[in-house]
C-alpha cells in the first residue's frame, strides 16, 4: 500500500531542514543528496497515541509507521530527510499521525471528532475549519481514495519544543467514492474546506509543541488547496531553476 522513505541528510535542531524529493513529479525516482545520521538523541517511542508513532518503515508500512497512521484507502508516499534529533522525530510523529486521524475520522463517519482536542491545543484556531472538511464528506457518505505524496517539505525545529512541519501535498489521483460501495459519488456541497480531501495540490502546514505532560500538540494545523497555475503553488511543483 505504501512506498518507503527516503533516508537522507539530518539536521540539527534549531535549523530549518529541508526534506528531500524537492521539485520532483509522480514517477521520478527520489534518490536525494549524500547521507548522514545526525540526531540528538533517542527517537519517540512507538504508538500512535499522543503523536508518537515510530517512523522505521522498514516493517512495509505498518501500523506503528507514518504512512500506516492512514486509513486503508489512502495510500501515502512521504519523500523526506532523517530527523534531525528527537524534538524533530516527534513533532513528524504527531504531524503523520493527526494527518491520519483526520482521514480516519472520515472513514469512521466520526461526527464528533473528540480527538481534535486531544491533537489541538486549546488556543489553535484549526479545529472548525477540519471539522467543516471532515463533515463534508460524512454528511455525503462519501471518503477520499487515492495515493497522497508528500514532497518538497521543510521543518523548522526552533527549539526541543517547539517544531514547524510543511509539506506539499500532491492528492491529484483522489477520487471521491461512496463510503458503503465504494462507486464514485459527489459531495453534497462544494466548500473551501471539503478541497481539503478532494483531488489537487495541498500545503499542509502545522506547528507542534510539546507540553509538559511530554505530548505533542499542534497550536495550528492547515490544508491550504492551492492553484496549479498560482504563485504558491511554484514550491510545491518544482524548483526555481526548473521553472525558468
Sequence with gaps: MTAPRRVLAAAAAGSLLLLSGCGMMPGDDGNGSDGGNGSDGDSADSGKDGGQGNSDSSDGGGENTWEGQFPEGVSPVIEMDEPGGQAQQEALDAYFSFYGDLFQAIYDKDGEQAFLDERLTADAPSSETLSKGMNAYIDANAVPAGDMRFYNGELGAWSQDSVQVDF????RSFTVQDADSGEGT?????????EMFQPGILVASGAFEKGEDGTW????????????????????????????
Design 217 to 244: 500538540r499542534s497550536g495550528s494545523f492547515s490544508l491550504d488547496p492551492v492553484e496549479e497555475d498560482g504563485a504558491d503553488t511554484y514550491g510545491c511543483l518544482a524548483d526555481k531553476e526548473d521553472s525558468q
Design 186 to 194: 459527489e459531495l453534497s456541497s462544494d466548500s473551501f474546506e471539503s
Design 168 to 171: 506539499c501535498v500532491d492528492q
